[in-house]
Antibody
Framework: DVQLVDSGGGSVQPGGSLRLSCGAS????????MSWVRRAPGKGLEWVAN????????YYGDSVRGRFTISRDNAKNSLFLQLDSLRLEDTAVYYC?????????????WGQGTMVTVSS | SYEVIQPPSVSVSPGQTARITCSGD??????ASWYRQTPGQSPVLVIY???KRPSGIPERFSGSNSGNTATLTISGTQTMDEADYFC?????????FGGGTKLTVL
């Protein structure tokens, strides 16, 4: 089965750090662009970051640029998101998702999400 | 930066047709996708490339995209269709989501 499994969420104080992981199985991971999307309580979906198949291109949303870092390990079929300088407004469920071709294809498979809570 | 706008809520009676719009500058020149999300669940793709349905999505879901507006249409709406619906488009290398529309079936 095609599957994405998110992990690594937790509670952290403002200014702290977390590293999220997403394990992929059932499909050729290195053929897909991968993304992180989040949904804060009471808010809508917000795109966080994209990474190219080989990891050579990365793009970030305005609210996280300079604080979050997306990366991948194709040998381990894994996607990561390093969250630094966390703010209260980063509290959200974080999902990884895949897309075959940038600007053409949708996010057709999503992880189950991992909760990040930033609180003092 | 590019934005797409959705109505916060849409209400429909069971069996009727629900239409959820997504507006953005020349949105018709981009591909629009739609996702549904219920509480505690991950988003699920229901329409992609404006009007295509993934396998497993009922035929009552359809989509269109022209000019500045993409529309998700749910024909013969059922109570199980109550959910938040999000449109999504690509703006170069970045992703844009609409604010979401809460569909109420009552």
């Amino acid at each position: 089965d095609v599957q994405l499994v998110d992990s690594g969420g937790g509670s952290v104080q403002p200014g702290g750090s977390l590293r999220l992981s997403c394990g992929a199985s059932g499909f050729p991971f290195n053929e897909y662009w991968m993304s992180w999307v989040r949904r804060a309580p009471g808010k809508g979906l917000e795109w966080v970051a994209n990474i190219k198949r080989d990891g050579t291109e990365k793009y970030y949303g305005d609210s996280v640029r300079g604080r979050f870092t997306i990366s991948r390990d194709n040998a381990k079929n894994s996607l990561f998101l390093q969250l630094d300088s966390l703010r209260l407004e980063d509290t959200a469920v974080y999902y990884c998702a895949r897309a075959l071709r940038l600007a053409e294809d949708p996010f057709d498979v999503w992880g189950q999400g991992t909760m990040v809570t930033v609180s003092s | 930066s590019y934005e797409v706008i959705q109505p916060p809520s849409v209400s429909v009676s069971p069996g009727q047709t629900a239409r959820i719009t997504c507006s953005g500058d020349n949105l018709g020149e981009k591909f629009a996708s739609w996702y549904r999300q219920t509480p505690g669940q991950s988003p699920v793709l229901v329409i992609y490339q404006d009007n295509k349905r993934p396998s497993g999505i009922p035929e009552r879901f359809s989509g269109s995209n022209s000019g500045n507006t993409a529309t998700l249409t749910i024909s013969g709406t059922q109570t199980m269709d109550e959910a938040d619906y999000f449109c999504q488009a690509w703006d170069s290398h970045t992703v844009v989501f609409g604010g979401g529309t809460k569909l109420t079936v009552l």
